[in-house]
């Protein structure tokens, strides 16, 4: 026998502060709190520390302590070791997970130091001077036709792709209806639509009500392709064909058919009830020259009108493959690092498999410098953005912008749980429980997730000026601004910073 | 039209005058409150007729509180009338007997050195002299099938970045740059350059903070035509840098002023640009200013931002660039460097202080202080 383990969690309600109006039992959407006769009777071994009903107890009553009851410490033989090996001699499968990468590897981003100015050059201040932080995502022209004519006006003769222009090099990434509710997905789109930025819609189709917020939606199409037609690819203000995600590279998706309720059938063109999977390829994509014809493809369907994105997992042969990506008439791959979250992934996948995406974003830029193509593609870093700092770290290393994810939906109240996969969220988030998804306020969620954006651009300015740099574009690939701090020479290498000091 | 970036070209050019120069320019943005680090001054005579070096020597040594006698040089155009149709190369050796004949084979590949010689230098006390300066004229070999300027300027990036002992500092023709680590006195009296007569003359007093006492870190810079003296720190050298790179560029000299001039080669003789658009590149309008734009406007000016974003320069900058045709003078789009600009007969001063130029033209007219930005671009007639 195997016998219970011990609880992960033990949450304590003190009796003197508790007044027992019952907003935790309400609250929790998994069964931690019942009432028993006048006092609240708590399960803690249901407990995920999603703390909604922290967040919900008018006395602070509730108090909420991680593993109270821990196994012999032994450095190698973790407590998720041998818990993953209970599980599996149980039950024989896959053991699931949700959010991000959950080992404790050492964060890259925090091992880099940005440079400000002193003497020598000023800083600048972004209350006084103009700092640019729009950026443009496309193919640019490694030169241009520009004529003279009589007269003096000078005429372009160079015809430009159409680039998509963000007022922020912030975007939020692909997280699809279905995935997560309808409410978050409007939350995000209005917070988009304010700061003038971009949201991808995941592979979940574009639910109606997401129509009005169309010109600042990234259309997915994944292997899957569900909720894929005509009118939706020409809905997107760009599309985005992805091939891969940091939090599982090499595999397809699953959406349980629970969860494929009425609402998300129609939107992803399947039946109600019915598993949504998505296979590990796209099964017309089995090479570099069918992924070119299927960006054509879709290209041509638009008419050449908008951008087409690439979206691959950080893994070893990044770098190659932008190159390769960069051939095809592809506008910008995305980069989506190992530490990518998701609301379902294969723990094996999620904590091992793909690399860093610090190192790949600086190896794919160096690539496709080094192949004199980096104007034709750019280059957007995902997976583990946590403040502006990292959005400033990924784009000295060579990104043109970044996705947030889990820190938009953190934005949101997500406590980074990481029980996604259940479909329970009780924040009304990665869930589509009626009652649950009408937790999330539309009008109060898009206003946070805005104001985190526009924190993170006023950071991003800060930061640009006190480097002395008024565009961001002067920022982009510009390890002489970074230094890094206790790496080592190899991967100071890759990421062609030097060190401090140096 | 009130724009800050349109160009000023002179009317003393050949071609028709975008703007004219105002009466009067207000100083906003002027000369008096930044802060100081090296002094740059550039002079061109519209129809040729030289100079010798002494006045500019006289005009530098005026803004020796902006160096700290650690570097100072000379660019000089029409010098070498002789060997006009051949390359000048100037060479720093570190050690002439052992570093000169992995030159001489380097070159004989190439082509045909017409002559070489010592650069006449004289000693002085404040001049501690660390390399030997040559000079050859040459002549890239026809057979290969390359234009010559490119030969010339893949010869430059080879030999520069092997290190051997050998730094081709200048490589146009009838042009030489003369650079030391000194005060400019000195280096101007050590390369005896009130013995050389030029119709375009730049300089450059330098207050080093990155690579003080090397010779090769001493301003002007050149590649083939183009040389360029520079006032600033470029914070977005990083970028810059890795941009020209992709382009087959090596930069050699540790210090961010050699970017400038493989940009301005890059943009003005590989991609064909006007020098005005290749500046507009290099220190671009904002967003803001050119969604004002009319459309066809707009959309070229656009265009110039997103093919060049990794061109364009940040941080303080004030630039004068020549090559045997014009001599330009920009500044950052904040102009946080000083640059003034005076007209004298056929004469167009650019400079970081006006008393540089009044020491070297007493009778200047006006003086003028470009905005942030905009190009000051004068053309030689004919």
């Known amino acids: ?502 | 039209m009130e724009g800050n970036f349109l160009p000023i070209v002179f009317i003393l050019s050949g071609i028709t005058p975008i703007r004219a120069f105002p009466d009067c320019l207000e100083a906003e943005g002027g000369g008096s409150t930044v802060m100081t680090m090296c002094g740059i001054i550039g002079v061109m005579d519209k129809s040729r007729r030289t100079m010798d070096g002494s006045g500019i020597r006289q005009a530098l040594s005026m803004m020796n509180e902006r160096g700290s006698g650690e570097g100072a040089g000379y660019a000089a155009y029409g010098i070498y009338p002789d060997y006009r149709d051949c390359y000048a190369l100037h060479v720093f050796f570190d050690d002439v007997h052992e570093n000169k004949p992995l030159l001489d084979s380097a070159l004989a590949q190439w082509g045909t050195i017409e002559h070489d010689e010592a650069i006449p230098t004289c000693d002085r006390p404040g001049l501690r002299a660390v390399h030997t300066p040559w000079r050859y004229f040459f002549k890239p070999d026809p057979s290969l099938a390359a234009p010559e300027d490119e030969i010339v300027s893949a010869l430059v990036m080879q030999v520069n970045a092997a290190r051997r002992g050998a730094l081709i500092f200048s490589s146009g023709k009838d042009l030489g740059v003369f650079k030391a680590g000194g005060w400019p006195e000195d280096v101007a009296d050590f390369y005896r350059i009130e013995d050389y007569e030029g119709y375009i003359w730049l300089a450059h007093n330098r207050y080093p903070t990155n690579t003080p006492g090397w010779w090769g870190g001493a301003h002007p810079f050149n590649l083939l035509d183009w040389s360029v003296v520079h006032n600033g720190e470029i914070t977005s050298y990083g970028t810059n840098r890795r941009y020209i790179e992709s382009f087959g560029y090596t930069c050699t000299m540790f210090t961010d002023t050699e970017v400038i001039a493989y940009l301005i080669d890059l943009m003005v003789r590989r991609h064909g640009l006007d020098i005005d658009l290749a500046v507009r590149a290099l220190a671009p309008p904002f967003w803001e200013e050119i969604g004002r734009m009319p459309a066809a406007e707009r959309e070229w000016n656009s265009a110039l931002r997103l093919a060049y974003a990794s061109a364009m320069m940040n941080g303080p900058f004030a630039i004068v660039a020549a090559n045997r045709d014009m001599m330009i003078g920009f500044t950052d789009r904040g102009k946080l460097r000083p640059m003034v600009v005076g007209e004298c007969d056929d004469r167009l001063y650019i400079s970081s202080e006006e008393a540089a130029i009044r020491a070297m033209e007493p009778r200047v007219e006006s003086i003028r202080m470009p905005a942030a930005g905009e190009p000051v671009i004068g053309r030689v007639i004919a």
């Open chain 1, 1 to 502: 026998m195997i016998g219970s383990l011990p609880p992960r969690y033990r949450i304590s309600v003190d009796p003197v502060r508790c007044m027992e109006c019952g907003r935790c039992i309400e609250n929790c959407a998994y069964g931690v709190f019942s009432r028993d006769g006048d006092r609240i009777f708590v399960n803690s071994r249901n407990c995920t520390a999603c703390h909604r009903c922290i967040a919900c107890c008018p006395r602070d009553a509730i108090s909420l302590e991680e593993h109270p009851c821990d196994y012999r410490s032994h450095p190698l033989w973790t407590r998720e070791a041998r818990e993953a090996i209970y599980n599996q001699a149980r039950t024989g499968k896959i053991i699931l997970a949700g959010m991000g990468n959950a080992l404790d590897y050492p964060a890259i981003f925090d091992r880099l130091v940005l440079d400000a100015c002193q003497v020598t050059n000023p800083s600048l201040d972004p209350l006084r001077e103009p700092i640019e932080v729009t950026t443009h995502l496309g193919k640019k022209p490694a030169s241009l036709d520009l004529r003279r004519r009589e007269g003096g006006d000078v005429e372009l003769r160079t015809r430009l792709t159409p680039n998509l222009r963000i007022e922020t090099p912030i975007m939020i990434g692909h997280m699809s209806y279905g995935a997560i509710s309808l409410n978050a997905h409007l939350s995000m789109a209005r917070a988009a639509k304010e700061t003038g930025t971009f949201m991808g819609t995941g592979e979940g189709g574009l639910h109606a009500a997401l129509h009005p917020y169309q010109d600042q939606m990234i259309v997915q199409v994944a292997s899957g392709r569900f909720g894929v037609n005509i009118d939706y690819l020409e809905r997107g203000a760009a599309i985005e064909i992805k091939i891969g995600q940091g939090a599982k590279p090499g595999i397809g998706g699953h959406l349980p058919g629970e969860k494929v309720c009425a609402d998300i059938s129609r939107t992803r063109m399947i039946p109600e009830g019915s598993d949504a999977i998505s296979p590990a390829p796209h099964h017309d994509i089995y090479s570099i020259e069918d992924l070119a014809q299927l960006v054509r493809g879709l290209k041509e369907a638009t008419e050449w009108k908008k951008p087409v994105f690439v979206k691959i997992a950080a893994v070893h042969n990044v770098a190659a493959i932008a190159a390769g990506i960069a051939r095809s008439p592809a506008d910008a791959v995305v980069i989506d690092g190992f530490r990518g979250g998701t609301g379902a992934a294969p723990m094996v996948f999620r904590d091992h498999v793909g690399i860093p995406i610090e190192a790949a974003v600086a190896s794919v830029d160096k690539k496709l410098r080094d192949q004199g193509i980096r104007n034709e593609l750019s280059v957007i870093a995902s997976g583990g953005i946590r403040g502006s700092a990292d959005l400033a770290k990924a784009i000295a290393l060579g990104a043109d912008a970044v996705y947030i994810g889990t820190a938009a939906l953190v934005a949101m109240g997500c406590r980074v749980c990481g029980n996604c996969y259940r479909g329970l969220c009780p924040w009304g988030i990665a869930t589509q429980r009626p009652d649950l998804v009408a937790r999330l306020n539309p009008d109060e969620a898009s206003n946070q997730v805005a104001n985190l954006i526009r924190a993170w651009t006023l950071e991003l300015s800060e930061l640009l000026g006190a480097a002395g740099i008024n565009s961001i574009e002067s920022l982009r690939g510009n390890r002489d601004r970074l230094r890094g701090y206790m790496l080592d020479e190899g991967l100071m290498q890759v990421l062609d910073v030097r060190g401090v000091g140096a």
